[in-house]
């Protein structure tokens, strides 16, 4: 599986970004679709999953609420839906692929390059 982040940018603080990760393979619906992001200085930080189906949904605390995770298996593609955006959301944001429905790095087998997302004051 290859993924393809998008959508990141510059934004002012309460605004709002969409960002989509474009997944090649046939099997995109049986992985659980992950979005991460790392700020400079820290760890890779959980932000939000969506299982294969499109179903449940799991989020960070700090991000319920305001982001909001989404699939479209026809078009292998997820979504992180960014609202209420704040300074401290800036990082680079990651979407990943795996099995289980894990907050952990090491829960997926496959990651996108990553995309920019800089909120301003």
């Known amino acids: 599986v290859q993924l393809q982040a998008s959508g990141g940018g510059l934004v002012q603080a309460g605004g709002s970004l969409g960002l989509s990760c474009a997944a090649s393979g046939r099997t995109f619906s049986s992985y659980v679709m992950g979005w991460f992001r790392q700020a400079p200085g820290k760890e890779r930080e959980f932000v939000a999953l969506?299982?294969?189906?499109?179903?449940?949904?799991v989020y960070a605390d700090s991000v319920k609420g305001r982001f909001t995770i989404s699939r479209d298996n026809a078009k292998n593609t997820v979504y992180l839906q960014m609202n209420s955006l704040k300074p401290e959301d800036t990082a680079i944001y990651y979407c990943?692929?795996?099995?289980?429905?894990?907050?952990?790095?090491?829960?997926?087998?496959?990651w996108g390059q990553g995309t920019q997302v800089t909120v301003s004051n």
């Open positions: 969506i299982i294969g189906s499109g179903g449940p949904t």
């Open positions: 990943a692929a795996g099995r289980t429905s894990s907050r952990l790095t090491k829960g997926y087998e496959y």
